[in-house]
């Protein structure tokens, strides 16, 4: 249970730090080609609606090269493709979604992480930090 409520509290640090004071603004991330451009898969996903975030090990270190999948939480959703995105060398990530409410899980070799309940509105990017262990 101690988890949890781990994870729901780096969840709303990033969402009270807001993205530009986490470092987590305006740069170009994984599964991005390194220009911004939006990711394989987004099929038409507006650029600016989706999650970026970072992926962070339990002790603080960076989750580099983690493998990232969403899946809709909410029933309104769209079903979300498959692709999965890559954090880059410093754990950032931007995933492309549809409004909605999604749980985003990450994997780095044997270490696992999610966070529930990331609301995605239209227009808006989300931001998470996931931490595994």
Known sequence: MMRGRRVAVVAAVAAVCGL???GLGARPVAGSGGDGAEPAGAGAVERDTGVRGRVVREGGAVGA????HARAASVWAPPVPEAAVISDARGRFFRALPAGT?????RCGGEVGRVDQVAVAEGEVAAAIIVVE
């Open 65 to 68: 090269h983690c493998l990232l």
């Open 102 to 106: 999604y749980t985003l899980s990450a």
């Open 20 to 22: 530009s004071a986490c």
